[in-house]
Nanobody, 124 residues
Framework: QVQLVESGGGLVQTGGSLRLSCAASGRTFSSSAMGWFRQAPGKEREFVSSISWNGGHTYYADSVKGRFTISRDNAKNTVSLQMNSLKQEDTAVYYC?????????????????WGQGTQVTVSS
């Protein structure tokens, strides 16, 4: 079992930055790929970014590439998402997810564990 708790969401103006963090509990964290997804009102949950078990591979949705950076610290059981140059369309609830596999993936079905989410609101 892996439990995930996100933090760092909030209200920010267009062009601003936020850093989301996800704290994980469970012995399998260091062997698990991790992902960030988001869900805007009235829309389906969509992939944002993924990082492999050792941080050696990362993967981003085209919509955030060049603006967001995912990282992890296996010693601290945390994964982070640095979000820069935020746009109004980035407004959503952001979810951290853990996969039982080690490789990156954009597929929701690959992730077995999910956090409760943290709200990110980007204002004009």
């Amino acid at each position: 079992q892996v439990q995930l708790v996100e933090s760092g969401g909030g209200l920010v103006q267009t062009g601003g930055s936020l850093r989301l963090s996800c704290a994980a509990s469970g012995r399998t964290f260091s062997s698990s790929a991790m992902g960030w997804f988001r869900q805007a009102p009235g829309k389906e949950r969509e992939f944002v970014s993924s990082i492999s078990w050792n941080g050696g591979h990362t993967y981003y949705a085209d919509s955030v590439k060049g603006r967001f950076t995912i990282s992890r610290d296996n010693a601290k059981n945390t994964v982070s998402l640095q979000m820069n140059s935020l746009k109004q369309e980035d407004t959503a609830v952001y979810y951290c997810a853990a996969s039982p596999y080690g490789g990156v993936s954009e597929l929701r079905a690959q992730y077995a564990y999910w956090g409760q989410g943290t709200q990110v609101t980007v204002s004009s």
